[in-house]
């Protein structure tokens, strides 16, 4: 099977040797297409686009940019794996202003969080709530998970 990671990167390092076994990868993937990484070759999406691949894992967080390149190129995103932001979501509203002028600042507020505390999962795979809980513990994220609902 021929395999390239799109990323060099941190992200790319928590899955190679993890996940994906460094002797399974053909290639890396990076902009800069320049060297190797892990003792493998980088090659821009432009010279990957030309190649024979089976799958395309992108180790990054770049899956919005990454995706709109791809169609670009031409590489086949049905053989494209996003493993970090394969869920893109938007806040529906734009104007917090004119949500809390119609609803008023404190239900304003909550509607606000929920987006926030939905776009809090990152990469890590933790939550990222610490403007609204102190950082605190499983329990109180559950909490504030519940009190935003």
Known sequence: MKLYIWGTGRLTGKVVGTYINIKDIEGFIDNAGKGEHMGKPVYTPEEVS??????ICVANLFA????????KIGIDLKRVIFLYNNCILKDMNED???????LGQEYGDIVKKRYHTIRGVEAYGN???????????????????????
């Open 96 to 102: 917090y202003e004119f949500v809390s002028c119609i």
């Open 50 to 55: 030309t190649m024979e691949y089976d799958a």
């Open 127 to 149: 939550l990222c709530l610490n403007e609204f809980n102190g950082g605190g513990t499983e329990k109180t994220i559950m909490s504030e998970l519940s009190a935003l609902s």
């Open 64 to 71: 919005k940019e990454i995706y709109v390149q791809c169609q």
